[in-house]
C-alpha cells in the first residue's frame, strides 16, 4: 500500500526557507493518474492547500504563496519537496504531503504530518 | 478567489442520531469535463491526518460507512452521518477543485456527543 513520508526541520527561523521532502514508499511516483501536492495545518486551525506538481513537473500553486512557494520532484528518488521562503511566524503549521487523483480532484492518501515552527 | 463556508461551526449530536453539515461554495464545483461535482469531505480526528470519505460530492471512499452519506448540486452541499457513533467524533472539511487547478477548503465543522 502507498505511504507518504515527510522529512525537514522542525524549527526554520524568520526570513529563512523552510525546506520539506516527501518520501513515496509501496507504489510508483510516475503513476499518470495522480498529483502530489503539500497541504499545511496551522495549529488548532483549519486546512490550506499550498500546491501540487505532476510527475513531469508541472507545478499549480495556491495564488496567496505563489511568490514565496517551489514544488519540486525527483523521479529516481521517489521524492517531492516543499520550499517556502520568507517565512513568518504565520508560516507554523503542521505540513502534510498528500496525493490527489486527477478525475476526482481529492486527496486519498496523506502523509502523518511534520510540524515546522518558524522562530 | 473562491470562498467556502461551512454550517454550523460545531454540533453536538445524540448517539444514534444524524448529523448534517452543510457546505457551500462561492463558485458552482461542477467540472465539464466529466459533469461531475468536485466536491470532498475530509474527517480529522485529533493528532491524525485527515482521511477522504466522499468524492464527486456523494461518493463514498472505499471502506467509509455507509451511514456516511454526501449530497447537494450547484454550490449547496451536505454531508450527513445516520446513527452517529463515538468513533465519528471528528472536524469534518469539504473541500472544492476549482477550474483554476486550486484546492480550496472549507473552515471545518467539529462534531461532538451530545
Known amino acids: 500500500q502507498l505511504q507518504l513520508q515527510e522529512s525537514g526541520p522542525g524549527l526554520v527561523k524568520p526570513s529563512e526557507t523552510l525546506s520539506l521532502t516527501c518520501t513515496v514508499s509501496?507504489?510508483?511516483?510516475?503513476?499518470?493518474?495522480?498529483?502530489w501536492d503539500w497541504i499545511r495545518q496551522p495549529p488548532g486551525k483549519g486546512l490550506e492547500w499550498i500546491g501540487s506538481?505532476?510527475?513531469?513537473?508541472?507545478?499549480y500553486y495556491t495564488p496567496s504563496l505563489l511568490s514565496r512557494v517551489t514544488i519540486s520532484v525527483d523521479t529516481s528518488k521517489s521524492q517531492f519537496s516543499l520550499e517556502l521562503s520568507s517565512v513568518t511566524a504565520a508560516d507554523t503549521a503542521v505540513y502534510y504531503c498528500a496525493r490527489h487523483h486527477s478525475q476526482y480532484n481529492a486527496f486519498d492518501i496523506w502523509g502523518q504530518g511534520t510540524m515546522v515552527t518558524v522562530s | 478567489d473562491i470562498v467556502m463556508t461551512q454550517s454550523p461551526d460545531s454540533l453536538a449530536v445524540s448517539l444514534g442520531e444524524r448529523a448534517t453539515i452543510n457546505c457551500k461554495s462561492s463558485q458552482s464545483v461542477l467540472y465539464s469535463s466529466n459533469n461531475k461535482y468536485h466536491l470532498a469531505w475530509y474527517q480529522q480526528k485529533p493528532g491524525q491526518p485527515p482521511k477522504l470519505i466522499i468524492y464527486w460530492a456523494s461518493t463514498r471512499e472505499s471502506g467509509v460507512p455507509d451511514r456516511f452519506s454526501g449530497s447537494g448540486s450547484g454550490t449547496d452541499f451536505t454531508l450527513t452521518i445516520s446513527n452517529l457513533q463515538a468513533e465519528d467524533v471528528a472536524v469534518y472539511y469539504c473541500?472544492?477543485?476549482?477550474?483554476?487547478?486550486?484546492?480550496?477548503f472549507g473552515p471545518g465543522t467539529k462534531v461532538n456527543i451530545k
Open positions: 473541500q472544492q477543485y476549482d477550474s483554476s487547478s486550486i484546492f480550496p
Open positions: 509501496g507504489g510508483s511516483i510516475t503513476s499518470s493518474a495522480y498529483y
Open positions: 506538481i505532476y510527475y513531469s513537473g508541472n507545478t
